[in-house]
């Protein structure tokens, strides 16, 4: 089964970028949409933005014009670009598909902070 393992976050001050990723052990060609999901304590995993093998993508809107999904079928890897970061980005990132299917990997933390 695909094992996906995220990497990129770290602690950014307001307004910076930050680029997370996530390598999939296998190949996610046949996953006709990958996400990349957020969640803080206390509440659900929520998607932040999707992008379906075709290269379309959606964005929840708090992210929309900010980040940027991608994802490189050839590499099994996903992409978050996250531009003008804010303090409410704060949360761990963590990617699957969308609806989730694999197992969830151990997320990647990214702190938004002054």
């Known amino acids: 089964q695909v094992q996906l393992v995220e990497s990129g976050g770290g602690l950014v001050r307001p307004g910076e970028s930050l680029r997370l990723s996530c390598a999939a052990s296998g190949s996610i060609s046949s996953v006709y949409a990958m996400a990349w999901w957020r969640q803080t304590p206390g509440t659900e995993r929520e998607v932040v933005a999707l992008?379906?093998?075709?290269?379309?993508?959606e964005y929840v809107d708090s992210v929309k014009g900010r980040f940027t999904i991608s994802r490189d079928n050839a590499k099994n890897m996903v992409y978050l670009q996250m531009n003008s970061v804010k303090p409410e980005d704060t949360a761990v990132y963590y990617c699957?598909?969308?609806?989730?299917?694999?197992?969830w990997g151990q997320g990647t933390q990214v702190i938004v902070s002054s």
């Open positions: 699957n598909a969308a609806p989730p299917h694999l197992p």
């Open positions: 992008v379906r093998s075709g290269g379309t993508a």
